[in-house]
């Protein structure tokens, strides 16, 4: 057993037996001297009496109803323990004492000890019968698991799979349980000249594909909490490893059951991880009612379910995808971005939106998150807006705009990014002299030009970087400022070598 989970289970054990034990010390009552010993408060020996042994005078006969079977074990079981706790106390005493005197105090305190030590016992012997209960709950719980795992799977397989199953076909073996589910009287056979003895046509008008698909399974059987949910996983893990006809008959299995009604239900519990599984189940099984309940979730304080209701609802709005972005208050972090582009890039049913919509929205991770979209999708119609989120508070989103100008090659920007140059940092700088020279345009390389000579040489190195990247006008101008200055033919070599 693992230390530190057991640890404050003993903990608990200790201080729950020294509550026990003081409370004991404290109120109980030690029990009478037998005859002829020393009583230890008194050092004087106690006179033999019937009292003293427990037994009933003539008085108490009358005084007191005959004792009850309980009440006469409870009786026996107490002067056990008394006796126990009276001889442990002795010894110790007599083993210290030798006069058999002892201090009230000390006795209360081996008192105290005795009561610690039962208690403490008991509880240890009581906990470790509960995980014995656990370990056999668990085991049987898995083996049950196990069992209907397989049952389920054999069902889902003959469901899926096995000819009779065929929609509009009914074999000799199975027209019986179609006559048995209570098919139309309507629908006769026709059999006429092409039917066979081993192939019967029905008309259009069969049985409900609900009856059909759900008399697989019994009703009463999947009342059971933990028979639906065995069923629901394996439904799930075959739909996942499935597509077309096979995939829309596990779905309408699902729905004829009942199964997205209980996933509804779970999006409403205070468990954020059985609401992430709820909303992951509804996501798969493509259940489209689910989705203005499951946008109430967007700002959860939990990022794993919020995630889990981002992807949720660009599947069931292909049409739409990311219209949840204006509603996002929560901050959208790099993992669920990346998550994002992952899913709609193998996605090729969804429609890519506009992004630049959502450059002004007043959460600053929507702007950076549709920024690097604008920039994956090549979307040149958001130039114009690109080059008015420049002046955007928050650095980075102003870097990503700069990168995306880049990578754009927006030729419009080159005024914008010259102008907003001195009033950057110089990390922001060096970017916008990278993006300069990805742009290329007269403008720009006259301004790398004069970046060369930057006291800093961060600058000047990406200043010399970016007329590399504008072609053989810049590397000409590259190549005279190195014939002055010993840094930038440094840096020309660097630049121009052919192993970096």
Same mark, same amino acid.
């Given at each position: 057993?693992?230390?530190?989970?057991?640890?404050?289970?003993?903990?608990?054990?200790?201080?729950?037996?020294?509550?026990?034990?003081?409370?004991?010390?404290?109120?109980?009552?030690?029990?009478?001297?037998?005859?002829?010993?020393?009583?230890?408060?008194?050092?004087?020996?106690?006179?033999?009496?019937?009292?003293?042994?427990?037994?009933?005078?003539?008085?108490?006969?009358?005084?007191?109803?005959?004792?009850?079977?309980?009440?006469?074990?409870?009786?026996?079981?107490?002067?056990?323990?008394?006796?126990?706790?009276?001889?442990?106390?002795?010894?110790?005493?007599?083993?210290?004492?030798?006069?058999?005197?002892?201090?009230?105090?000390?006795?209360?305190?081996?008192?105290?000890?005795?009561?610690?030590?039962?208690?403490?016992?008991?509880?240890?012997?009581?906990?470790?019968?509960?995980?014995?209960?656990?370990?056999?709950?668990?085991?049987?719980?898995?083996?049950?698991?196990?069992r209907l795992k397989r049952k389920y799977q054999d069902a889902l397989v003959e469901l899926l799979y096995a000819e009779e199953n065929q929609p509009g076909v009914a074999t000799p073996d199975r027209f019986a349980e179609a006559g048995a589910i209570g098919l139309p009287e309507e629908n006769e056979l026709a059999m006429g000249d092409t039917a066979t003895a081993d192939t019967l046509t029905v008309r259009p008008k069969t049985a409900p594909a609900k009856v059909r698909? $759900?008399?697989?399974?019994? /009703?009463?059987? +999947?009342?059971?909490?933990?028979?639906?949910? !065995? %069923?629901?996983? *394996? &439904?799930?893990?075959?739909?996942?490893?499935?597509?077309?006809?096979?995939?829309?008959?596990?779905?309408?299995?699902?729905?004829?059951?009942?199964?997205?009604?209980?996933?509804?239900?779970?999006?409403?519990?205070?468990?954020?991880?059985?609401?992430?599984?709820?909303?992951?189940?509804?996501?798969?099984?493509?259940?489209?009612? $689910?989705?203005?309940?499951? /946008?109430?979730? +967007?700002?959860?304080?939990?990022?794993?379910? !919020? %995630?889990?209701? *981002? &992807?949720?609802?660009?599947?069931?709005?292909?049409?739409?995808?990311?219209?949840?972005?204006?509603?996002?208050?929560?901050?959208?972090?790099?993992?669920?971005?990346?998550?994002?582009?992952?899913?709609?890039?193998?996605?090729?049913?969804?429609?890519?939106?506009?992004?630049?919509?959502?450059?002004?929205?007043?959460?600053?991770?929507?702007?950076?998150?549709?920024?690097?979209?604008?920039?994956?999708?090549?979307?040149?119609?958001?130039?114009?807006?690109? &080059?008015?989120?420049?002046?955007?508070?928050?650095?980075?989103?102003?870097?990503?705009?700069?990168?995306?100008?880049?990578?754009?090659?927006?030729?419009?920007?080159?005024?914008?990014?010259?102008?907003?140059?001195?009033?950057?940092?110089?990390?922001?700088?060096?970017?916008?002299?990278?993006?300069?020279?990805?742009?290329?345009?007269?403008?720009?390389?006259?301004?790398?030009?004069?970046?060369?000579?930057?006291?800093?040489?961060?600058?000047?190195?990406?200043?010399?970087?970016?007329?590399?990247?504008?072609?053989?006008?810049?590397?000409?101008?590259?190549?005279?400022?190195?014939?002055?200055?010993?840094?930038?033919?440094?840096?020309?070599?660097?630049?121009?070598?052919?192993?970096?």
């Amino acid at each position: 057993m693992n230390v530190f989970r057991s640890a404050p289970r003993f903990f608990l054990s200790t201080a729950f037996s020294v509550l026990v034990a003081v409370s004991l010390a404290a109120g109980g009552r030690a029990a009478p001297p037998r005859s002829g010993e020393v009583s230890y408060f008194q050092g004087t020996p106690v006179p033999s009496s019937s009292a003293g042994r427990g037994v009933r005078t003539p008085d108490d006969t009358l005084a007191r109803p005959p004792a009850t079977a309980w009440e006469s074990v409870g009786a026996t079981t107490r002067e056990a323990y008394n006796r126990v706790r009276e001889k442990w106390t002795r010894e110790v005493v007599d083993r210290y004492r030798p006069d058999q005197r002892v201090n009230p105090m000390t006795r209360t305190f081996l008192r105290v000890v005795f009561y610690f030590m039962a208690t403490f016992v008991a509880c240890t012997f009581g906990l470790l019968g509960l995980i014995v209960v656990s370990r056999g709950r668990r085991s049987r719980a898995a083996r049950v698991h196990t069992r209907l795992k397989r049952k389920y799977q054999d069902a889902l397989v003959e469901l899926l799979y096995a000819e009779e199953n065929q929609p509009g076909v009914a074999t000799p073996d199975r027209f019986a349980e179609a006559g048995a589910i209570g098919l139309p009287e309507e629908n006769e056979l026709a059999m006429g000249d092409t039917a066979t003895a081993d192939t019967l046509t029905v008309r259009p008008k069969t049985a409900p594909a609900k009856v059909r698909l $759900a008399s697989y399974f019994d /009703a009463e059987e +999947l009342e059971d909490r933990f028979h639906r949910d !065995v %069923l629901i996983e *394996q &439904i799930l893990a075959l739909h996942k490893n499935l597509s077309g006809a096979t995939a829309s008959t596990l779905r309408e299995l699902y729905l004829e059951l009942g199964f997205d009604e209980d996933a509804r239900r779970r999006l409403s519990l205070y468990d954020w991880a059985s609401q992430a599984k709820a909303v992951r189940e509804l996501s798969q099984m493509d259940v489209a009612e $689910a989705e203005p309940q499951i /946008a109430r979730l +967007l700002n959860h304080p939990s990022a794993v379910l !919020v %995630l889990e209701v *981002q &992807i949720a609802l660009l599947k069931l709005k292909p049409d739409h995808p990311f219209y949840f972005l204006q509603e996002t208050e929560g901050e959208i972090t790099e993992w669920q971005q990346l998550s994002l582009l992952t899913m709609i890039s193998h996605s090729p049913t969804f429609k890519i939106p506009d992004f630049s919509q959502w450059l002004d929205a007043k959460n600053d991770s929507v702007v950076l998150f549709s920024t690097k979209m604008i920039n994956y999708y090549n979307q040149l119609t958001a130039s114009d807006k690109l &080059i008015q989120a420049l002046s955007h508070p928050n650095e980075k989103v102003r870097r990503e705009v700069i990168k995306s100008l880049g990578d754009l090659e927006v030729a419009d920007a080159d005024g914008a990014l010259i102008d907003r140059y001195p009033e950057e940092a110089e990390t922001l700088q060096a970017e916008m002299l990278v993006t300069l020279g990805k742009i290329g345009t007269e403008r720009a390389v006259a301004f790398l030009g004069q970046a060369l000579y930057s006291p800093q040489f961060p600058l000047a190195f990406h200043a010399a970087r970016g007329l590399v990247l504008t072609g053989p006008t810049g590397l000409d101008l590259l190549q005279q400022a190195a014939q002055t200055t010993p840094d930038l033919e440094r840096i020309q070599r660097h630049l121009l070598d052919a192993r970096i």
